[in-house]
């Protein structure tokens, strides 16, 4: 899954960013309808520090109820990547650049979590 040109962890794009999230996203309810398949629950999420942060994401996707415990997770990285130790690592005139890409992926992330949001609205009405 990682692209042929990337360097260990490095992303090459913003964008990858935001792909990654909405893909661990898709790959955790198809889990956990999987589990539900098998007979398995109560469902869980945990995660430590950057995967507690994307086992919230995935969790509140979910349209039932699931336990989530992030350990150690913040509410988003925007301190490390402006003021800590990556802000002088990142080429802020080319994120500038891929700005429309990365639009046009969180637009996409939203009509995948909107659909979500009414599915468990719709679950909730039938409790």
Known sequence: RKP???????????????MMGLGLI??????????E??????????????GGHMGSLAASAWNKPIAVIPCLAPSNAAQVFTEGVLSRSCAWNTLGRTLDSVRAVTEKSSQVTS???????TAAERL
Request: charged share 15%; net charge positive; glycine share 8%.
């Open 37 to 50: 398949r098998q007979g398995l629950g109560p469902l869980g999420m945990t995660g430590l520090s950057m």
């Open 26 to 35: 898709m790959e955790s309810i198809a889990l956990f309808h999987w589990c």
């Open 115 to 121: 659909r979500s949001a009414a599915s468990r609205a």
């Open 4 to 18: 042929k040109a990337q360097l260990r962890s490095s992303l090459r794009h913003l964008s990858d960013l935001f």
